[in-house]
């Protein structure tokens, strides 16, 4: 390259989430909001929360992309976040060093953050226990990373295998994050009070007694099936 590239390339200006829709995504499951998707929409399985009982969470994604083992594009998206904000980082999955550790999990709270998820590694999952903010990670190492860049934060990324926005909607669980994207997040929000409608209805039918559901029994007792014994 003839010149360096700068350190860090921002975006500061995106829409948020209204806190009405947070509130209806945070009152549902992921495998709910994965439903209204059409069966997709979740982070690769391997992130997950470092505190599984603080693990609820529902914000607006501030993008973030870092080098491996680097998090100055981590630091800088606290200076540009706002409250309710998630800070979703794409960190090339890299596993030999954690990006995030207790102290950027006190950073992300006095900022008020609604969460931390990277695609890539954390450490000191005790004191991250103790500060109260969700943080997903792909797994726990001791090993540091570096401050040197460079990095982009509200731009488009790649994590865990899903394509982000800044602005979109972010929600997590004991089971895994998923991912709204800004433009679909009405009809998603339409098509959830059928998904919990339908959820509520075989649950009841379920907890009656049922043994199997109709269509499967159908499909048992249909020439679909052949028998060998």
Known sequence: MITDPPLLVVRKSFPR??????????????????????????????????DPARASFAGTAL?????????????????????GDVIVSASDGFRATAVVGDIVAMLARNNGLAALVIDGMARDSEGIAGVGVPVFCRGITPNSCVKTGPGRIGLPIVAG???????????????GVVVIPADELDRVLERLEAVLAAEAETIAKVAKGVKQFDRIAEIMASGKVRYVD
């Open 17 to 50: 989430v209204p806190a009405d829709k947070l509130a209806s995504l945070k009152r549902s499951q992921s495998g709910h909001l994965v439903d209204a998707m059409d069966g997709r929409g979740a982070l690769d399985a391997a992130i997950k929360p470092v």
């Open 63 to 83: 993008t973030v992309e870092t080098g491996p083992s680097d998090n100055l594009a981590i630091l800088g998206a606290l200076s540009v976040a706002r409250p």
């Open 161 to 175: 295998g899903v394509a982000i926005r800044a602005g979109d909607a972010v929600c997590g669980d004991r089971d």
